[in-house]
């Protein structure tokens, strides 16, 4: 299928490429630790956070136990997980991106999409820019990158996906239908395994088979937003354009407490925990937000948030703590009563100029403002265990797992 294309997106070429990362953090595992290279590799103990192509053989998947994927896969090698290293090599993946193209649109710190359709004449073909950029990648950064190009970013997602791994591939406008007719219905966008049961139950089981039917027949069985936008995406009807990255329209972390009873003050130290994180992200990024919201997932898998807008947007760890704190009380009797397993934090409505309104203090409070600048440059260049609440002492850290600049 692979094929060259000419042409912008206005014109219908081909001309927008979908690139991910194969196996990240696997990946750079193997990277940095060249006798891994070849062999079964498995990033987290308790749960797989990623596996390589060589465990994956062995059907070791993400978010696997990792006592059921040492069982299936004995010879695998466990590694802890570095998150910093995965945040730079992300960094780096990108820093190539935008040399290759202005207009990249980040999916995750793995993958992205980038429209190249006005590079014609100043860097080559699409799927020049695509060998161009796997092998930039490569040499730069060291890691294996997929990429697919088509004309929709749904039909170049599904590009790389069948190209992996290490692949490149591209889909002419004039083979698509070639292409994603003969895939499983699990390949479009929002079919998991009950949506993809509802139609096997009517003998879809292609991406054809619902593009041959009525669009009526299709959201019938769907119903009317999941049938339209399965039918559109089966004709590869996506007109979305790439669009730069532009940021968060909130920030927040979360921590999974597991089954089991959990105390109020173990609710409120992984709440501590939660907020010092999000806020230190909000100053990193020089924003602030007024609204704190809390997450709550419960023993029967419901979900709960509660939100709090409070007068002025801040990003004082104390203030946004404080909020938080008030909402966990609030939702006492509901946890008590279903238990939880989950709670997290977000701060939204941010200002992303940094600007704070500052207030007179008349009671001689504190200056937590000052306490949090100090306490960020001591993390800054001791790390960010060097300075901790006295609390959170001997708690096993939550992983971080790296994101998207802010």
Known sequence: ????????????????LH????????SVEQRDQPDLIGRPVIVGGGVVLAASYEAKACGVRT???GGQARALCPQAIVVPPRMDAYSQASKDVFEVFHDTS??????SIDEAFLE???LARIVGTPLQIGANLRQDVAEQVGLPITVGIARTKFLAKVASAYAKPDGLLLVPPDGEREFLHPLPVEKLWGVGKITAQKLRNFDIATVGDIARHDESSIVAIL???AGQHLYALSHNRDPRPVRAYGGRSSMGAQHALG???HSRSELEVSLMSLVDRVSRRLRSAQQTGRTVTLRLRFGDFTRATRSHTMRRSTAETTDLLNAAMVLLSDAAPLIADKGITL??????NLDRSGAEQLELSFDGGPDTAALDSAMDSVRKKFGSGALTRAVLIGRDPDISVPLLPD
């Open 1 to 16: 299928m692979s094929s060259d294309a000419r042409g912008d997106h206005r014109s219908g070429g081909a001309t927008i």
């Open 19 to 26: 690139a991910d990362l194969d196996s990240f953090y696997a």
């Open 63 to 65: 978010a696997m136990s």
């Open 102 to 107: 202005p207009l990249v649109e980040g999916i």
């Open 116 to 118: 190249v359709g006005g």
């Open 223 to 225: 119903g009317r937003g």
């Open 259 to 261: 089954r089991g009873v």
């Open 343 to 348: 709670i997290g934090v977000a701060v939204s």
